[in-house]
């Protein structure tokens, strides 16, 4: 049972770190509405594989990282610019005509969903805290095959996650139109507001 429970925190871990819009689970939602479903799971793929490397390097290095705080707070300043240069880079994309039935056979959207899933500095912070919490209320034991456990849980909760985005960008692409042809403007705006919540909770 308890290596159960390590699983199942671990996939609620990773579903509900990804909930809220954000910058793998909205591109996925675009992917879906500008190509095909099959080219967003892909996506949604590559970056839950790297859910599974960055809850790991969390889990296996949480005593290190706590022992040092600086590097958790050089990963959430260097968030901070991917933030905004991501802002202005969807911005700059929002400026060029929407078209729903573009396709780019070329693109490989596992690389893809790697590199951007690679470039979310929050991710290990993220796991990191939740594991020394979890751990410090008796509720995971961080040694393996536990640790392993947990992090097949978040790499296949970010993926469910992501797997919701893709269903309901159908619906958003039939019922909110307005959302499909301006979602790079809304990314830019998502980007810009997490850059600014972060830099607030950094100097706070």
């Known amino acids: 049972m308890i290596y159960i429970i390590h699983f199942f925190y671990g996939l609620i ?107 979310n500095m929050l991710a290990i912070p993220f796991y990191l805290g939740l594991s020394i919490y979890l751990a410090s209320i008796h509720k995971i034991i961080i040694k393996q095959p536990f640790i392993l456990l947990f992090v097949i849980g978040a790499s296949i909760g970010a993926f469910l996650l992501f797997y919701t985005y893709i269903v309901f960008a159908k619906i958003i692409k039939s019922k909110v139109s307005f959302i499909a042809k301006n979602i790079n403007i809304l990314l830019s705006v998502l980007f810009l507001f997490l850059g600014i919540l972060t830099l607030v909770k950094l100097l706070s």
């Open 13 to 119: 871990m990773g579903y509900l770190g990804l909930i809220s819009p954000g910058m793998l689970n909205m591109t996925a939602l675009k992917i879906s509405l500008t190509t095909s479903k099959n080219n967003a799971v892909k996506f949604a793929f590559g970056a839950a594989t790297v859910v599974f490397i960055q809850a790991g390097v969390a889990l296996l290095f949480a005593d290190y990282l706590v022992k040092n705080p600086e590097i958790i707070n050089r990963l959430k300043i260097a968030g901070v610019f991917v933030f905004f240069i991501l802002a202005i880079f969807f911005f700059y994309m929002s400026r060029k005509e929407f078209k729903t039935n573009t396709t780019n056979n070329k693109t490989n959207y596992i690389f893809r969903g790697v590199l951007m899933s690679a470039i």
